[in-house]
Nanobody, 127 residues
Framework: QVQLVESGGGLVQAGGSLRLSCVAS????????MGWFRQAPGKEREFVAA????????YYADSVKGRITISRDDAKNTVYLQMNSLKPEDTGLYYC????????????????????WGQGTQVTVSS
C-alpha cells in the first residue's frame, strides 16, 4: 500500500509562486508514474501534470504549460510541482497520484488510471 502526503500549498497573490511536494511511503515510487490533479469548488477534478518513471517524460494540461513544472526525486521518494505565474483560476485542492502501470500522453490525464491518491493540499491564488 502506498501512502501519499502533499504539502506546500497556501495563499499567494496572482503572479506568485508555490512549490508543492508529495512524499510517498509504504513503497518506492521509482517505478511508478506520478501525477498531479486539482479540484476547484463545484468543479470536477482535472489533470495538471504527470511524469513517467523510466524516461521521465512529462505531460501537462494546456492551461498550465509554461508556468508549471513537474519533477521527481526517487531517492527521496518525492514528486514536486513548481508553480509560477499563478492565476486565480489555479485555485483548488491539489492532489498527488501514483500509477503503478505505464502512462502515455492519452492516458496521463485520466484520473481513474491512477491507483493511489493523497489527501490534497489547498492552493488559493488571490487577484
Amino acid at each position: 500500500q502506498v501512502q501519499l502526503v502533499e504539502s506546500g500549498g497556501g495563499l499567494v497573490q496572482a503572479g506568485g509562486s508555490l512549490r508543492l511536494s508529495c512524499v510517498a511511503s509504504g513503497s518506492t515510487i521509482s517505478s511508478f508514474a506520478m501525477g498531479w490533479f486539482r479540484q476547484a469548488p463545484g468543479k470536477e477534478r482535472e489533470f495538471v501534470a504527470a511524469i513517467t518513471w523510466r524516461t521521465r517524460s512529462t505531460y501537462y494540461a494546456d492551461s498550465v504549460k509554461g508556468r508549471i513544472t513537474i519533477s521527481r526525486d526517487d531517492a527521496k521518494n518525492t514528486v514536486y510541482l513548481q508553480m509560477n505565474s499563478l492565476k486565480p483560476e489555479d485555485t483548488g485542492l491539489y492532489y498527488c497520484a501514483a500509477e503503478t502501470g505505464p502512462i502515455a500522453p492519452m492516458t496521463a490525464p485520466l484520473a481513474p488510471r491512477y491507483d493511489y491518491w493523497g489527501q490534497g493540499t489547498q492552493v488559493t491564488v488571490s487577484s
